[in-house]
């Protein structure tokens, strides 16, 4: 059963499992198409395997690199995005110190999201597991870092805008507590910000 599409992928459900299947690009030269879809559905699977069993990540089933699909474990649980608001304060304050955590815990094994929001996290049996690693790489340096942080920021503004800073607050001190580094982080990630923020300045 498709349970979601997106422009990278198209999402199917059978029985406890999730099928990845990447999508082609009809504008894209076929043989450059073939080899990038290859080489992402790869990767993805490889940094799940390297993060699982640090952090809450789906478990990797099979990889068909024929097809260009993923089968992992279905994550069966609350999709942050739809459901962070109707939490109370207690409750969000809680799952705010697991997102930092998990995210500091990823970190460490130098694997960058790409795409931290809230869309790509799940609340099951108080644990928060992090999915959709489709824009993630490995990098070892402290700006891929920070520009996570940035992202997750910008997405807690946007889409829980009502205790955003809370939150943000919240999730970093959990953050700096397990993250190595964190000191180097936080100082590149106000250089991050100031980027954002004259960025803006300068489309306006």
Do not use: W
């Amino acid at each position: 059963m498709e349970i979601g599409r997106g422009a990278e992928a198209v999402l199917i459900k059978e029985g406890n499992s999730l099928i990845k299947k990447r999508l082609s690009k009809g504008y894209r030269i076929k043989e450059i198409d073939s080899r990038l879809l290859k080489t992402r559905t790869k990767q993805e699977a490889r940094l799940l395997e390297r993060v699982h069993g640090r952090i809450k990540v789906p478990k990797i089933l099979y990889v068909n690199n024929e097809e260009n699909t993923i089968a992992m474990e279905f994550i069966d649980g609350k999709k942050l995005a739809d459901y962070f608001d109707s939490f109370n304060r207690k409750e969000q304050e809680k799952i705010c110190k697991l997102i930092g955590k998990e995210i500091a815990l990823m970190h460490n094994e130098d694997v960058i999201h790409g795409d931290l929001t809230t869309s790509n996290m799940i609340l099951k049996n108080e644990n928060v597991y992090l999915i959709d690693f489709g824009l993630g790489y490995v990098d070892d340096k402290i700006e891929p870092r920070a520009v996570d942080l940035h992202l997750l920021t910008q997405a807690f503004e946007s889409k829980h805008y009502k205790f955003f800073k809370e939150s943000i607050e919240i999730i970093f001190e959990e953050y700096k507590k397990h993250v190595k580094d964190a000191k180097k982080i936080f100082e590149r990630l106000e250089k991050v910000e100031k980027r954002g923020r004259y960025k803006i300045k300068k489309e306006a």
